[in-house]
């Protein structure tokens, strides 16, 4: 049974950094390698929207206009894990930050995946 584990998320100051991470289990290294994964927010509305992709070889990534230039997604197949490096943290980056992944192509619609994790909670206060 696949599993993604999050972690990372917590109370900081506007301004401060954060390091999210995903772990993925209950797959083969090489399974792993083929996904596609990445980071979706929860919306007041209960509404996930994608916030950054990686590609399953790692060599493409792509942002939301919001975070682009302070939020890097990378992929690490040694550890089966994915990171969100979060700089320059704002009060509307404040959500529940979920990790994601699937075979198919990668996308923005939450639908496109397969699998999700449970969450992690990112507050910047001001």
């Known amino acids: 049974q696949v599993q993604l584990v999050e972690s990372g998320g917590r109370l900081v100051q506007a301004g401060a950094s954060l390091r999210l991470s995903c772990v993925v289990s209950?797959?083969?290294?090489?399974?792993?390698?083929?996904?596609?994964m990445a980071w979706f927010l929860q919306t007041p509305r209960n509404e996930r929207v994608c916030v950054a992709v990686?590609?399953?070889?790692?060599?493409?990534?792509f942002y939301t206009e919001s975070v682009k230039g302070r939020f890097t997604i990378s992929k690490h197949n040694a550890n089966q894990s994915v990171i969100l490096q979060m700089n320059n943290l704002t009060r509307e980056d404040t959500a529940l930050y979920y990790c994601?992944?699937?075979?198919?192509?990668?996308?923005?619609?939450?639908?496109?995946?397969?699998?999700w994790g449970q969450g992690t909670q990112v507050t910047a206060s001001s």
């Open positions: 209950g797959v083969s290294r090489g399974t792993f390698s083929s996904y596609t």
């Open positions: 990686i590609t399953w070889s790692g060599d493409k990534t």
């Open positions: 994601a992944a699937t075979l198919g192509r990668s996308g923005w619609t939450p639908t496109g995946y397969d699998h």
